[in-house]
C-alpha cells in the first residue's frame, strides 16, 4: 500500500533536507502531515526501470525496487548482473532509459543539489590525490560554502566517527593504508549529513579482518546514524551482515528481494545457488544474521 | 677557443640578440598555452573534437619553418612587421605538445576519483579547476617544456625573414663559412633551451603536492 505522495513541488523543496528539520521549521499543520508521510515513506523507489547503454546493450530491465528510510537494503549479485548501474541510477550519474527512479518522492530537479544531498562510496574510494584528508573530507561543505571553523569542526567530529586520530586531517591519501583510506571515504560521504548513502563495495579490496572491523563499525554507525543506504556487494555473507534487505541481482534483472533469515531459506533457485556457492549453513547463517 | 673571444668581444650584441631570442619564445610560448590550454580542455570533454584538433596542429608541425616562415610573409597585417609573423609562426609550432599534454594529463586522472567527485555533487567546472586540472597539472607543464624547447631552435631559423635573435650570427656565420659565427648564435641558443627545460622542471617539482 502506497502512503498518500506529497505534490512534487513539495517534495522538491525536501529532497535532501533531513526530515526532523522541516517538520520543526513549518508550523502548518496540513503540511505537516504531508511531512509525516514523506518522513516514513520511501527513499527511493524504482518504477519499471530500465536501463540501455549506446551501443544498445541492455544492462536492466523492469527493475521495481523500493527503499525504506533508514534501512540497508543490499544489492546482491555476481559481476555484470547490474547491481552497480542501479546504484548509479540513484545519484543520477546515470539516466536512466525507461521507468523513473524517485527519490524522496521525486524523479527530478536539480541533480548537482541531489547528488550532494547522497553520500556515495566507491571500492577505489576515489579520494582527491591533491587533497589532505581534512580537504578531502570537507569537499562537500565547501562547495556547498560552510564557514571555515564549522567545517574543520565537522572533520574532527567525522575523524572521531569513522575511528580516526586526529591528526590524520594533515596527511595525504597516499600516506594512508587501505583500510583507513576507505574510513575516509566514508567520512567524506557522511560529511553534509545526508539521509541517504549509496556504497559500492566499499570493503571489497580490503583485507579480510579490516574487513571485518569495518562491516562491524558500519553497523555500530548505521545503529546510531540511522540513513537510508543502498550497499552493491557480490558477498552473500557481508550482504547477510549488514542488510535489513537483500535484492538479488542476475543478468539486469531484479530476481527477489528477502530479508537475510528468508533469504536464506528460499527456494528460489537463484538464492539457493548463491547459498550453496558461499556454502553457508543454517549455522554459520544463524551466527552472521544475528 | 677562438669563439668564446668572440662573444667576449660582441658581447653587447650577443646579450641583444639573446634577450630578442627570449622575446620570441616568451610571447609565442605565452599565447600557445592561451591557446592550446582551452583547447585541450576542449577535446578532453568532448572527445569528437580530438581528432580534428590533433590532425590540425600534427598538420601544423610537419610544415618546413623556413617554408611556414615565407608563406606567411605576403600576409598583410603580419608580413608588416617580421618579428610579429616569427611569433605567430612558433605559436603555432608550440600548440601541439600543449595540446596534447593537456588532453593526455586530463585523461589520465583517475576515474575513481572523477567519478567520486561527480558523485559528490561537483560541477564540471568545480571537477575541471579543483581536480583535473591540478592532477594533470605536471603532465602539462612537460608539454610546455617540450614546447619551449623546440621553440628556442626553430627561432634561430626567424633570422632568415628578418626578424632578429641568435640566428642571426649563424645565418652570417653560414653565409661568411665562419664557423665561429655559427657557434656564437648556436651555444647561446642551446644554452637558453637547456636553462628554460631545467627551470621549468623545477618550477613543477616545487608545485607538486609533496
Avoid: C
Avoid at chain 2, 95 to 112: C, E, F, Q
Amino acid at each position: 500500500m502506497k502512503a498518500v505522495r506529497p505534490t512534487p513541488f513539495r517534495a522538491r523543496n525536501l529532497a535532501g533536507t533531513h526530515p526532523n528539520f522541516v517538520s520543526s521549521a513549518i508550523p502548518d499543520g496540513l503540511i505537516l502531515e504531508h511531512m509525516g508521510s514523506i518522513a516514513s515513506d520511501l527513499a527511493i523507489e524504482f518504477r519499471d526501470v530500465s536501463y540501455t547503454l549506446p551501443s544498445g546493450d541492455r544492462l536492466l530491465s523492469g527493475l521495481n525496487l523500493e527503499v525504506q528510510r533508514g534501512q540497508t537494503l543490499v544489492l546482491l549479485g555476481r559481476s555484470g548482473s547490474g547491481k552497480t548501474t542501479t546504484l548509479k541510477l540513484v545519484n543520477r550519474l546515470l539516466s536512466p532509459s525507461g521507468g523513473e527512479v524517485l527519490v524522496n518522492g521525486v524523479a527530478t530537479g536539480d541533480i548537482i543539489r541531489l547528488r550532494r544531498s547522497i553520500g556515495y562510496v566507491i571500492q577505489d574510494v576515489g579520494l582527491f590525490p591533491h587533497f589532505t584528508v581534512e580537504r578531502n573530507i570537507g569537499i562537500v561543505p565547501t562547495i556547498e560554502g560552510w564557514p571555515k571553523d564549522k567545517i574543520r569542526q565537522r572533520v574532527q567530529e567525522l575523524l572521531r566517527i569513522v575511528g580516526l586520530d586526529a591528526q590524520m586531517a594533515s596527511r595525504y591519501p597516499r600516506q594512508l593504508s587501505g583500510g583507513q583510506r576507505q574510513r575516509v571515504g566514508v567520512a567524506r560521504a557522511l560529511a553534509a549529513d545526508p539521509a541517504i548513502l549509496l556504497m559500492d563495495e566499499p570493503f571489497g579490496a580490503l583485507d579480510p579482518l579490516t574487513r571485518d572491523e569495518l562491516q562491524r563499525e558500519f553497523l555500530a554507525l548505521q545503529q546510531k546514524l540511522n540513513k537510508t543506504v543502498v550497499f552493491v556487494t557480490h558477498d552473500l555473507r557481508e550482504a547477510l551482515r549488514l542488510g535489513s534487505r537483500i535484492a538479488l541481482m542476475e543478468a539486469g534483472k531484479l530476481v527477489t528481494v528477502l530479508p537475510p533469515q528468508e533469504f536464506l531459506r528460499s527456494d528460489d533457485p537463484w538464492a539457493a545457488a548463491y547459498v550453496r556457492a558461499f556454502g553457508v549453513g543454517p549455522a554459520v547463517a544463524e551466527r552472521e544474521v544475528s | 677557443m677562438n669563439f668564446l673571444h668572440f662573444i667576449l668581444q660582441n658581447r653587447r650584441q650577443v646579450m641583444e640578440l639573446t634577450l630578442e631570442h627570449l622575446w620570441l619564445v616568451g610571447v609565442s610560448t605565452l599565447l600557445a598555452v592561451l591557446v592550446g590550454i582551452p583547447l585541450g580542455i576542449m577535446i578532453a570533454r568532448w572527445p569528437k573534437w580530438n581528432k580534428p584538433v590533433l590532425a590540425g596542429a600534427n598538420i601544423i608541425q610537419t610544415i618546413p619553418s623556413l617554408a611556414l616562415f615565407g608563406f606567411l610573409l605576403p600576409v598583410p597585417w603580419l608580413g608588416d612587421r617580421v618579428d610579429r609573423l616569427a611569433i605567430l609562426a612558433l605559436t603555432l609550432y608550440a600548440l601541439l605538445p600543449i595540446i596534447r599534454n593537456t588532453y593526455t594529463g586530463i585523461r589520465g586522472v583517475d576515474p575513481a576519483v572523477v567519478e567520486a567527485g561527480r558523485g559528490m555533487g561537483l560541477t564540471d567546472r568545480q571537477l575541471l579547476f579543483q581536480v583535473q586540472l591540478p592532477l594533470a597539472f605536471g603532465v602539462i607543464l612537460s608539454g610546455v617544456r617540450v614546447a619551449v624547447v623546440i621553440s628556442v631552435g626553430l627561432a634561430t631559423i626567424a633570422a632568415a625573414i628578418g626578424a632578429g635573435g641568435l640566428g642571426e650570427f649563424i645565418f652570417r656565420g653560414l653565409a661568411m663559412v665562419n664557423n665561429q659565427l655559427i657557434l656564437a648564435g648556436a651555444v647561446p641558443a642551446a644554452i637558453l633551451a637547456l636553462s628554460a627545460d631545467l627551470a621549468l622542471s623545477w618550477i613543477e617539482r616545487g608545485l607538486r603536492p609533496q
